[in-house]
């Protein structure tokens, strides 16, 4: 049983937030911004932010050429640019939020690497550079085919390398800790531990449920709107299937000696990703060798998709070097049909925010911003 002064001092907000990954501690900063006297709470399930927010690979990036050319097929030209726009925009944010150093923010740049499937994709590169420039007022891609042999890459496989200087590195732990800091210091309340298991309304509150986890007992939490942020597990509030969880298998590699690059880098539309942390190699992805039991919200790993994340490291990436991983894991992913962010009101007391199809590092500062705009 609550006592009296729980129940007048711990239940009743202005606003809930329900996740404390980026979405929710953006969307946190954005209401004390906007009004700094409120009462902000975010439950987040885990002993700390559990979702995609402190799993990622920590690529500041907007998408690369190949990317780029599938989004244009999928959303149409202009679509893409407004969303490439708002993920740099996004970046930007994000850094002078926290502070670049708060972020371990690293301006390495990024490279795709073209296998022969993809050559064709090159006849575009101008085309798109035309494209970008009225968002970046410089050419974005640039060919360093020269490259390729210096990085140590297997040449008769990476038959391309394209670079875009405008990409840049995070450290994702680092990131976390700093946002939660700075939205703790202006007053919002985190609680962990607390997994919102339903959410109702009355005539003038918005409720969420959760399971006091020492009383054993139903705590409804309420407040005059509720923000959802719970990312890849939207579905296990709403009955409707809102997104597709996508799980991403990664790993990271003890020190490499003289490490021969530096930088974040992908293929394969972005399907495949790897960068260095210092003398380190993460590497990511795969998920499209096995897309439908990678639509998942499990942490589980799937070995055929290491196993190939590996055979392409020692074979392709690092061919002439002894490699060993360190530590594997996975995360979770949160994905819309077309691949554009949800953020929508469920109810007059409810929204949804959710956005981010694998880009949520760039993309959830701008999308918080939306957030926001829906409780006028
Ligand atoms: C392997 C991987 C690599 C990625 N690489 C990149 C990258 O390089 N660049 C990039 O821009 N983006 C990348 N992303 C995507 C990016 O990390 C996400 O888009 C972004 O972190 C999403 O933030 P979010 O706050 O919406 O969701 P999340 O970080 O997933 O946060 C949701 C939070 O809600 C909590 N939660 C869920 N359900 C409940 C509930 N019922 N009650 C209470 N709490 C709940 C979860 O525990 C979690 O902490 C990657 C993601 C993954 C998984």
Request: proline share 3%; glycine share 8%.
């Amino acid at each position: 049983m609550l006592s009296f002064w729980e129940k007048n001092s711990f239940i009743d907000h202005d606003y809930i937030i329900i996740g404390s990954g980026l979405m929710g501690l953006h969307i946190a900063y954005e209401l004390i911004e906007k009004e700094p006297n409120a009462k902000v709470i975010v439950l987040e399930r885990g002993v700390f932010p559990s979702g995609a927010s402190t799993k990622n690979a920590g690529f500041a990036c907007f998408g690369s050429l190949t990317e780029i050319l599938s989004d244009f097929t999928l959303n149409g030209v202009e679509k893409t640019l407004e969303t490439i726009k708002e993920r740099y925009e996004g970046i930007e944010l994000l850094c002078q939020r926290l502070g670049k150093n708060n972020v371990g923010y690293e301006a390495n740049g990024g490279y795709e690497l073209i296998f022969e499937k993809d050559l064709h994709s090159l006849d575009k590169l101008e085309e798109v550079n035309k494209s970008l420039f009225p968002i970046f007022q410089q050419d974005v891609f640039e060919l360093v085919n020269e490259k390729i042999e210096q990085f140590g890459f297997d040449p008769d496989i990476v038959k391309a390398l394209i670079y875009n200087r405008f990409e840049g590195q995070i450290d994702s732990g680092k990131m976390m800790q700093s946002f939660l800091k700075l939205v703790s210091s202006k007053g919002v309340q985190i609680l962990t531990g607390c997994e919102v298991l339903a959410i109702h309304e009355t005539d003038s509150r918005a409720i969420a449920e959760v399971t006091h986890n020492v009383l054993k007992e139903r705590l409804c939490f309420s407040a005059k709107k509720i923000f959802v942020c719970t990312n890849a597990l939207l579905n296990m509030l709403y009955k409707e299937e809102i997104v597709k969880p996508g799980r991403g298998q990664i790993f990271v590699t003890k020190p490499i000696p003289n490490l021969p690059f530096k930088g974040v880098f992908h293929f394969d539309e972005g399907f495949y990703y790897f960068r260095n942390y210092e003398d380190r190699v993460i590497f990511g992805g795969g998920r499209n060798l096995d897309f439908i039991k990678e639509e998942s919200q499990e942490f589980e790993y799937n070995e055929m998709v290491l196993e190939n994340l590996k055979a392409i490291l020692t074979e392709v990436i690092l061919p002439h070097v002894h490699v060993e991983i360190e530590l594997q894991w996975t995360g979770i992913m949160g994905f819309t049909m077309d691949k554009n962010p949800i953020i929508k009101k469920q109810s007059d007391k409810v929204i949804v925010a959710m956005s981010c199809n694998g880009m949520g590092v760039a993309l959830t500062g701008i999308s918080a911003k939306k957030a926001l705009l829906l409780l006028d």
